[in-house]
């Protein structure tokens, strides 16, 4: 859990100034406010580790899941501008940036789901 609650950390500390400062003239846009949301819950999860609260891993694999979501549609919108010959933020490079993002996210909500299962308590209805 704490490498989880270090790594989710890292990708705020990061992610989320980087973000809003390209989304400075459109914070109430709604690709900005996707991305609020789950930094937000990714930010709860951080919290409720540190407070070592159950539920920690799952609220933070809400957060990675929502963020990879929002990615996987950036990504595949960049891929289609490219296909139709458009102009698309970082250049041809930018699509595969965010395909490499997208696995890692992919990646941490995997790992975050299986803390999370494994700190549920086993069901007695089975």
Same mark, same amino acid.
């Given at each position: 859990?704490? @490498? ?32 609020? @949301? ?32 929002s990615f996987w549609r950036g990504t595949t919108t960049?891929?289609?501008?490219l296909a139709a010959g458009l102009p698309v933020e ?21 790992? @975050?789901?299986?803390? @999370?299962?494994?700190?549920?308590p086993p069901n007695s209805e089975a």
């Amino acid at each position: 859990m704490r @490498a989880l609650r270090v790594i989710t950390l890292g990708w705020l500390a990061i992610f989320a100034p980087i973000e809003t400062y390209l989304s400075r003239s459109a914070l109430l846009n709604g690709n900005y406010t996707v991305d609020l @949301a789950s930094m937000i819950m990714m930010a709860v999860g951080v919290w409720m580790a540190f407070g070592r609260r159950r539920g920690a891993a799952a609220v933070m694999a809400a957060g990675w899941a929502w963020e990879t979501a929002s990615f996987w549609r950036g990504t595949t919108t960049r891929f289609d501008r490219l296909a139709a010959g458009l102009p698309v933020e970082g250049g041809s490079i930018g699509p595969w940036v965010g395909v490499a993002l997208t696995v890692l996210m992919t990646a941490c909500v995997v790992w @975050a789901l299986v803390i @999370a299962a494994r700190e549920s308590p086993p069901n007695s209805e089975a």
